[in-house]
């Protein structure tokens, strides 16, 4: 294997013509078949739901062939593979984006219209999969669809939750509920669950010695089967594997206990493995050190590091590892999976008889670190006690890992106190980020302000010691989804002006419609998609939500997990000072600018104050919807459960985006990304890929408000007292009062007590000391949408600039500064 980046744009031309054309009458033939053979029913008798898993499998069938070579080519030819290594990947909805990729779609809309089926009844009959939280999840996504439509070989890794992401409603106090989200209650055509590809996983027991060995000694073992999902590139004629394990049982029943009649005891170890793979962990950007989750984090990567050893290895007892990183390189999303480093190290050491040093030498060429956070409390740190229990071998290694890392530190002449503070293993605890950054060969922060504060702050003494393993990669988002699939208005558009389709799969091309925005007819046709997906949203939100949007209002969007660092308590506080001026009949007549305000997000269920922020949305919303007084002129809506779709039918309609995080907490953001390219505005801080964004997009298209990182730096030195900022604005103290004095609690001055304290008191992301600026640029937003075609022709601007933001930009970064391997030969 040569490993060799053939450098940068690493495909340029498509590969069109498909392998094997079907006509939408035989597409047709093939649902029917599926329908009778495998769903057992006749087109008569066939509703949406059938006729949607028979049409995913009969997609699924169609790209067999291609998986199949690809899987010969990613084994046999020289091209290394990149394994993606991640607790979570929000896929959304599989079927349109099969179709799309799989060039489909028209055949599919001729055969389902011949079955007698409108075919979005068809696509909508999908349930969706919420495998993730939010940004990362979703990240991991985009990168795959990519890598195929690339034509780079490459497997996700996951784990096949059994209830995906809560499902979210409100109570009548507006209060968040937590649902389960069992999203596997009908037929799931897209999985495969192949039962002969499983992989042993153990956990307990001890570490003893045999021969001058360490061997461990496992108490329990679970059994990991993969259930492959297919990742076809758009026009590549690659089709990739997303492998997710799922966690069963051994002992299928515990005869020794049944026979003792304690039957309910029998079948407790089945019940322990299955638990495994049981639910995602909701807390998103916040750590959770419970046993379970590392499990989960163990079970994942054990079975996918002797799955690669198995792909690429068939049937070798003795295979050369040395070779292992040639094969595959391993890229660890955040810290869920870095207990691969020291499980790929006991492998090469126990199961293969590798010495140290070899061993090493393989595990860090093998592995690359992707952060994504600053917050210290996102960093994931164990307990060893923990690891002793769980995983005792693997914590005897984490130490010899962490001697040989303060050896190599001491040599290097790095001080005493700064070896101290850099220590992977702690006496107690293990810090996990540590230890990808010295198990790894890279260390990429997701932005280019967050690498650069990455590099500062957060993994300072890294970035000192081992200067050469920083390296930055910026976000991207797949347009194939985010607006070809979702807005498919806003494409038709970009395909008129470019004259070609080529840009879906080389974005850079929307710098061609730069000349456009100069076109007043061009801009015009540009804002009628706009109105024209406002129509739809307004029609989605009726029947999703059964609300009453105008449609004639400017629509204001923050959706985005619930978190005080991304700050929805400033939106909400500016938008009831908006209300308020509004009441008093502060704004003239012709200064009245409708607005509608739409909130998503979803609360991690024990972040107090993430909820009770929920609420106030809610119980705000519910008041100024009320009120007579305002209507027409301002309305909030927050939609329940914020998920892949409510994005792709909200993102498209929305004009003005809100990316308002405090600066230097936002590692990067990528609804930002998908908002740009559909062609909203964004009012946002200089914060992750925000900073990106207007440099792209030109600052003069896009509101930028609030303090730099060096700013709130200095505040926090400075001593932070946000009362004085309460004091200073009449507006902000206006707005804290109506929440205090009960406004929006039916008069019940506690409702929101505890979020009025911590904002006075506390505001530990400083929302406060941005509001004056973020509600003093409302008036610049507000004169520009009085203008429409000003308006649009700096929407059609950020269209036309963020093209670099595209997941296949992304991708190629990572070919070239990390991973260094390309597409396969075609
Ligand atoms: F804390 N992100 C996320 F870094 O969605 F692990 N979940 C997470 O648990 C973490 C990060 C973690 C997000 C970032 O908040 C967002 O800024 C970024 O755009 C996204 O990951 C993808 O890089």
């Not at 006749?42 to 699924?60: G, H, L, M």
């Not at 060039?103 to 055969?111: R, S």
């Not at 405090?662 to 964004?682: I, V």
Request: charged residues 25%; contains cysteine.
């Amino acid at each position: 294997k040569t490993g060799n980046y053939p450098g940068r744009k690493v495909r340029m031309t498509e590969i069109t013509a498909p392998k094997s054309p079907v006509t939408a009458e035989q597409f047709a033939d093939e649902i029917r078949e599926q329908l009778k053979y495998t769903q057992n029913v006749t087109p008569e008798q066939a509703t949406a739901a059938d006729v949607y898993v028979a049409a995913s499998k009969a997609v699924r069938n169609h790209l067999a062939d291609a998986w199949f070579k690809t899987q010969a080519d990613t084994v046999n030819g020289d091209t290394k593979a990149v394994g993606y290594l991640s607790a979570e990947f929000l896929m959304g909805k599989q079927l349109e984006n099969a179709l799309l990729n799989a060039g489909l779609t028209e055949q599919f809309d001729a055969a389902v219209e011949a079955l007698g089926f409108q075919p979005k009844d068809i696509v909508d009959a999908e349930y969706e999969p919420g495998l993730g939280n939010g940004g990362l999840g979703r990240l991991a996504a985009c990168f795959i669809d990519s890598l195929a439509s690339l034509g780079v070989p490459a497997f996700g890794y996951g784990i096949q939750y059994k209830y995906g992401i809560f499902k979210q409603t409100f109570d009548e106090n507006g209060k968040q509920v937590e649902t389960p989200d069992y999203w596997l209650t009908n037929e799931e055509p897209w999985g495969h669950i192949d039962y002969n590809r499983d992989q042993k996983v153990s956990f307990g027991g001890e570490v003893v010695e045999e021969n001058g060995k360490k061997v461990w000694k496992p108490a329990w073992s679970v059994r990991a089967v993969p259930v492959d999902y297919l990742v076809p590139g758009y026009k590549s004629q690659r089709v990739n594997t997303l492998r997710l394990w799922t966690a069963k049982s051994y002992d299928e029943f515990d005869l020794l206990a049944f026979n003792k009649s304690e039957y309910l005891d029998a079948v407790k170890p089945q019940v322990k493995a299955e638990n495994i793979s049981k639910i995602l962990y909701p807390e998103d950007s916040t750590k959770v050190g419970k046993e379970l989750r590392l499990e989960q984090q163990y079970f994942f990567v054990s079975a996918s590091l002797h799955d690669a050893i198995r792909v690429f290895y068939p049937g070798e007892a003795k295979p050369d590892l040395t070779t292992f990183p040639n094969k595959i390189t391993f890229q660890l999303n955040d810290t869920h999976p870095v207990i691969g480093i020291p499980e790929l190290m006991r492998i090469l050491i126990d199961e293969y008889d590798y010495d140290w040093d070899t061993a090493w030498g393989i595990t860090q060429k093998t592995f690359n670190y992707t952060c994504h956070t600053l917050l210290p409390e996102a960093l994931e740190v164990w307990p060893a006690s923990l690891i002793g229990e769980l995983l005792p071998r693997h914590l005897e290694i984490i130490k010899k890992i962490n001697e040989q890392f303060e050896d190599e530190l001491k040599d290097k002449g790095v001080a005493d106190e700064t070896i101290e503070r850099m220590r992977i293993y702690t006496g107690d605890a293990v810090r996990m980020a540590y230890l990808a950054t010295y198990g790894g060969s890279h260390v990429n922060g997701v932005a280019e302000l967050h690498s650069q504060l990455l590099k500062d702050v957060t993994l300072k003494d890294f970035s000192d010691a081992y200067p050469d393993k920083f390296t930055n990669v910026t976000n991207g988002v797949t347009p194939r989804r985010f607006i070809k699939l979702a807005n498919p208005g806003l494409s038709d558009l970009i395909t008129e002006g470019l004259g070609t389709d080529k840009w879906l799969s080389d974005l850079d091309l929307l710098q061609g419609l730069v000349p456009l925005a100069k076109d007043d007819e061009f801009v015009k046709k540009f804002a009628a998609v706009k109105q024209a997906n406002k129509h739809s949203f307004v029609a989605f939100a009726k029947q999703h939500y059964g609300i009453d949007v105008d449609e004639n209002t400017l629509f204001n969007t923050m959706v985005k997990r619930l978190h005080e660092y991304k700050r929805q308590s400033l939106k909400i506080l500016l938008v009831i000072s908006q209300y308020a001026a509004l009441k008093k009949g502060e704004v003239s007549a012709e200064e009245i600018l409708p607005r509608t305000v739409f909130f998503g997000a979803k609360a991690a269920p024990g972040y107090y104050l993430a909820k009770l922020t929920i609420e106030l949305i809610n119980n705000v919303s519910k008041v100024i919807n009320n009120d007579p007084d305002v209507k027409g002129k301002l309305a909030v809506h927050m939609l329940p459960n914020y998920n892949i779709e409510m994005a792709q039918n909200l993102i498209p309609a929305t004009e003005l985006d809100e990316q308002i995080s405090q600066a230097g907490k936002e590692a990067s953001g990528t609804g930002n990304m998908k908002f740009a390219l559909n062609g909203a505005l964004t009012v946002g801080t200089l914060d992750g890929a925000n900073v990106e964004i207007r440099e792209k997009v030109g600052a003069e298209n896009f509101f930028l408000f609030g303090m730099t990182v060096d700013e709130v730096e200095k505040l926090y030195a400075d001593g932070y007292d946000p009362a004085k900022y309460y004091e200073a604005d009449p507006r902000l103290k206006q707005a804290i009062e109506l929440v205090a004095n009960g406004t929006f609690s039916n008069g019940d001055r506690n409702a929101y007590a505890p979020l009025v304290a911590d904002w006075l008191t506390k505001d530990w992301f400083m929302a406060l000391a941005d509001f004056s600026s973020y509600a003093d640029i409302q008036a610049q937003i507000e004169k520009l949408y009085r203008d429409p075609l000003e308006w649009n022709r700096k929407a059609l601007l950020n269209v036309a600039n963020s093209g670099y933001f595209s997941s296949d930009r992304s991708m190629e970064d990572y070919l070239e500064r990390i991973w260094h391997t390309g597409p396969l030969a075609d």
